[in-house]
């Protein structure tokens, strides 16, 4: 939601990041103008960090891609463990019961 929010202001100004960055340098600016420029810049440039911090972190939640081409979950070694320890209560009649059938 929010990318698409920053997307859509940036694509809404008239020039492009790299024509107001030409265009600040010009000496034929007058004040205004100028402060026009610089503003339209820091504008732009919030939106751009903005996306850049969102994409950042939606990375770890989205996932990791394998060689396969699926998203693996950063997290899949920790619900390893988490299922490892729900199982261990079962593990002692487990044991019984392989001892039995032994």
Do not use: H
């Amino acid at each position: 939601l929010l990318m698409g929010e920053c997307r859509e202001s940036l694509a809404a100004y008239k020039t492009s990041l790299e024509e107001d960055t030409k265009l600040a340098q010009q000496p034929s600016l007058t004040g205004r103008e100028r402060l026009a420029v610089r503003l339209r810049l820091g504008e732009k440039a919030i939106l751009s960090s903005t996306m850049d911090a969102v994409r950042r972190r939606l990375a770890p939640i989205r996932g990791i891609p394998t060689k396969t081409g699926k998203m693996a979950s950063p997290n899949a070694d920790i619900i390893e463990g988490f299922d490892f320890i729900d199982e261990l209560p079962k593990k002692p009649a487990q044991l019984i019961d392989g001892l039995t059938r032994w």
